[in-house]
């Protein structure tokens, strides 16, 4: 029976956001949270390492699978605790993993992308889970021999697997807007946009938690896109005029005060749409008490803007924790071809009939992206001896 806690419809119930604040070319809408948990808290885990080396669980392990990546933080997650105590009881220098040298280069050993820690308390490493899980989709490779996949492909399958991000460090842009702009009273999370285009979302549960863990969004990863729209100077300041005709007294501009933050709110949801609102095929990661960990991505279509995540739930389903990447073009034509091949067990024809091409024209696909070292030489070299002949 598959548990009603995984999302399906990613939705913002239980937050609301305020006026968005701009920087050049960045917007940055804060979330905010009226109703508070208690119970379920969030600190940060500094790693000094150039890169970690994390082992992976499930069915990937046991092929001694490793997932590697510069890891600057984990997370710290507890529950089921008194607010005072969620805090004070947070082992935030807990041994975790061990530090080794690869040659010059310090290297973390991380076990597991989620590790528990105490009965209500575990690790993770924010959006490296997310990542983690869509690099691993249909990894295996072809599960039937068929004749034009390389004698690697259906032995080790797409092993390495590997997508490049930006960091968030990167950007100067983004470093000053994060620098600069407030924080409110009732804020647990932001949505940052480039050029109007989101790049990424993050909420926890708790006010308290998001004051300090504001900066680590300049130590996370991004899609291309945050470097992007360099020719932009910056991004139109939005604003909703009050409508003084409706204003008599203090109780008039108290209600028209309101209206006009929800219709901000309806607006930046709006902005949001790829995201919010959006069917989402979702994975669970870990049960921790009345919450359940998940990550999970968007569609995959080509033509359509795509995110991948992480998110907790409560036993209501009211989102308590988020953390959202942005893929890009190239990445989501990745994802969602490897998804046409697993569909059709990797079968060449059935996938082109099935995507409206010829076999000629998806061997070249598969070879544009990044995906030629699967099939052997001599089925790219037809492709190629035929895409000649067409011209």
């Given at each position: 029976m598959s548990d009603t806690r995984l999302i399906r419809r990613l939705e913002a119930h239980g937050l609301r956001f305020a006026p968005a604040q701009a920087w050049n070319r960045m917007r940055l809408v804060p979330v905010l949270r009226d109703e508070v948990r208690d119970d379920l808290r969030f600190a940060r885990r500094e790693y000094s390492e150039w890169a970690a080396v994390v082992s992976l669980e499930g069915e990937l392990e046991g092929r001694g699978l490793k997932y590697i990546s510069y890891v600057p933080h984990g997370m710290v997650v507890s529950w089921g605790q008194r607010q005072a105590d969620?805090?004070?009881?947070?082992?935030?220098?807990?041994?975790?993993?061990?530090?080794?040298?690869?040659?010059?280069?310090?290297?973390?050993?991380?076990?597991?992308?989620v590790h528990r820690e105490d009965k209500n308390q575990l690790r993770m490493l924010p959006l490296h889970l997310a990542m983690e899980g869509f690099l691993a989709q249909h990894f295996g490779g072809p599960e039937i021999a068929w004749s034009e996949y390389s004698r690697d492909a259906l032995t080790y399958g797409l092993n390495p697997r590997m997508e490049s991000s930006v960091p968030g460090w990167l950007s100067s842009v983004l470093d000053g807007a994060l620098r600069t702009f407030e924080v409110h009273e009732k804020q647990v999370g932001l949505l940052l946009f480039n050029a109007d285009e989101l790049l990424s979302a993050f909420v926890v549960s708790h006010p308290d938690d998001y004051r300090v863990l504001h900066r680590t969004l300049l130590e996370d990863f991004y899609g291309e896109?945050?470097?992007?729209?360099?020719?932009?100077?910056?991004?139109?300041?939005?604003?909703?005029?009050?409508?003084?005709?409706?204003?008599?007294?203090?109780?008039?501009?108290?209600?028209?005060?309101?209206?006009?933050?929800?219709?901000?709110?309806?607006f930046l949801g709006f902005m949001a749409g790829g995201l919010f609102g959006v069917e989402v095929s979702s994975q669970k990661v870990y049960e921790a008490g009345p919450y359940l960990l998940q990550r999970f991505h968007t569609s995959l279509v080509p033509s359509a803007e795509n995110h991948l995540g992480e998110a907790i739930v409560d036993k209501d389903g009211t989102l308590q924790y988020l953390k959202t990447y942005r893929l890009s073009a190239a990445q989501t034509r990745r994802a969602y071809l490897l998804q046409r091949l697993a569909q059709s067990r990797w079968n060449l024809d059935e996938v082109a009939e099935h995507m409206g091409s010829t076999r000629q024209e998806l061997v070249t696909r598969i070879q544009n992206a990044g995906f030629g070292y699967l099939l052997k030489a001599h089925v790219l070299e037809e492709a190629r001896r035929l895409a000649t002949r067409g011209r």
């Open positions: 969620a805090v004070y009881g947070t082992r935030l220098n807990a041994r975790d993993g061990k530090k080794v040298m690869a040659g010059p280069v310090p290297v973390r050993l991380l076990h597991r992308m896109l945050l470097l992007q729209y360099g020719y932009l100077q910056e991004v139109v300041e939005l604003w909703t005029p009050l409508d003084a005709k409706r204003v008599s007294s203090l109780g008039d501009l108290r209600a028209e005060v309101t209206r006009m933050r929800e219709d901000w709110g309806a």
